[in-house]
């Protein structure tokens, strides 16, 4: 079973995707297979009264996911390739296992071992890596033996393996690595400019990154030095200007100086995206603003955070999407979705998957 990484794993909860990697057999279901290989492009179909929806991509598939660098991953039997926009197989399904790209390159596997293929399928780091990961400012975590380092594009070890775990990618020049028990952070050079001492660790954004320590999170900036003292139950990181925390049962949003500026009253919530944070009240899920007001009333059996003008929310038992007034743009009626990406996204029904257009 191919390993993910945390920050991996941080990437698609972030993104609003509602199925995590866990299991081989999951991974399976996660990448869309072909039912037909001919594909027709630009069909409409009727649910049941619903409005008539324009698929970009037909749902020909037994499941999806999502546009990156304008190509998606396929299954085609039991191999796995590559499609654009307009359906078309531009990288052959020769791959056992494969990841989304990032920065020009996909990780593939072939048999136990992965590498990375370029947009021309490729390979530009030849299959000889036990874990899959993505780039990330030129260099991506690989697994020799049983440490950690890490590897730039052209397939060259620039920081060697050494760690026992790495918790993010380099985002802002440094990386959350983990020796022993305690986690640091590296520069791209493999030299701790934090050492070791926390029992968490998040990647940094805008200048601070979220740590664990006795127990409960904080946040530190560049230097290592607390910002935000440990309080919290749970943190994230601060994509914006708020970020959202846990304090014992609740949820609620603070500031780059630790002030609450949206009180810790919500049962659960995320991060600040096209203007809204989803939150949970009770049992349902809603929106609110910066300053705290609802916008969209809690109302959803689930909902996700808003991509390119749009959400997820599921009704009953089916997905649908609404638009920041919260009105159902695309009506509920799917089995699984996933979020607007490049201008499409991926939708399944009855046990079939294509790819919608974005009506805004």
Request: contains cysteine.
């Amino acid at each position: 079973m191919a390993q993910f990484s945390q920050h991996i794993l941080l990437k698609y909860l972030e993104l609003g995707i509602i199925v995590l990697f866990a299991t081989s057999a999951e991974l399976a279901t996660l990448s869309p297979a072909f039912a037909n290989t001919s594909i027709s492009f630009e069909t409409k179909v009727q649910d049941q009264g619903r409005k008539l929806l324009r698929y970009r991509i037909p749902a020909r598939f037994y499941n999806g996911s999502e546009f990156s660098e304008g190509l998606a991953p396929v299954r085609i039997g039991k191999k796995y390739g590559f499609i654009n926009k307009n359906g078309k197989l531009l990288i052959q399904a020769n791959f056992d296992e494969v990841l989304e790209f990032s920065e020009g390159l996909a990780a593939v596997r072939l048999g136990s071992k992965w590498g990375y293929i370029n947009r021309e399928g490729r390979f530009r780091i030849l299959p000889q890596l036990d874990e899959p990961d993505l780039f990330s400012e030129g260099l991506v975590s690989v697994k020799i033996g049983d440490k950690y380092g890490f590897m730039n594009r052209q397939g060259r070890v620039v920081i060697q393996p050494q760690f026992d775990d790495v918790a993010s990618a380099f985002e802002e020049g440094l990386a959350a690595v983990k020796i022993g028990e305690k986690y640091g952070y590296i520069n791209r050079q493999g030299q701790f400019l934090i050492p070791p001492q926390f029992e968490g660790a998040f990647l940094f954004k805008n200048g601070l990154a979220a740590v664990k320590s006795t127990g409960k999170w904080g946040f530190i900036n560049k230097n290592g030095k607390f910002v935000i003292q440990p309080q919290f139950d749970q943190a994230n990181f601060f994509r914006a200007e708020l970020t959202p925390v846990k304090m014992g049962e609740k949820y609620g949003f603070i500031d780059k100086q630790g002030k609450f500026i949206i009180a810790a009253k919500f049962d659960g919530a995320s991060e600040f995206k096209d203007e809204l944070a989803r939150v949970k009240v009770g049992d349902k899920y809603g929106y609110i603003n910066r300053q705290g007001k609802i916008i969209i009333e809690p109302q959803f059996e689930d909902a996700t955070v808003f991509s390119e003008g749009l959400a997820q929310v599921k009704v009953g038992n089916k997905w649908g999407y609404i638009n920041k007034k919260g009105q159902l743009v695309i009506e509920p009626q799917f089995d699984e979705v996933r979020r607007f990406s490049e201008g499409v996204a991926n939708v399944c029904t009855s046990g079939k998957c294509g790819f919608i257009r974005r009506p805004l």
